[in-house]
């Protein structure tokens, strides 16, 4: 049994700055990839950014440049730096880990994003 626990979500203002943390525990692989999703209200879940075994990195076109994604292979454990944050980067970010094919995700944290 895999569980990504994520957590550092918060509230922040418009300009701000938050660093989420996900967390592998249970039965650990060593995922191929790690990433992050978030889905708004009334919005379909997007990809954020994710970050493969070997350090290769995606982001999507909105938030190239603000967020940085980073990963600990030892600790199974993936981040996602965020700053200049906006008010249209509010949702509830979740965790999203791949072995084999097989997606794994968190319970999701919320991001809060006040002008």
């Known amino acids: 049994q895999v569980q990504l626990v994520e957590s550092g979500g918060g509230l922040v203002q418009t300009g701000g700055s938050l660093r989420l943390s996900c967390a592998a525990s249970?039965?650990?692989?060593?995922?191929?990839?790690m990433g992050w999703y978030r889905q708004a209200p009334g919005k379909q879940r997007e990809l954020v950014a994710h970050?493969?075994?070997?350090?290769?990195?995606n982001y999507a076109d909105s938030v190239k440049g603000r967020f940085t994604i980073s990963r600990d292979n030892a600790k199974n454990t993936v981040y996602l730096q965020m700053n200049s944050l906006k008010s249209e980067d509010a949702a509830v970010y979740y965790c999203?880990?791949?072995?084999?094919?097989?997606?794994?995700w968190g319970q999701g944290t919320q991001v809060t994003v006040s002008s």
């Open positions: 999203n880990a791949v072995f084999n094919s097989r997606p794994y």
């Open positions: 249970g039965t650990v692989f060593s995922f191929n990839v």
């Open positions: 970050i493969s075994s070997g350090g290769g990195t």
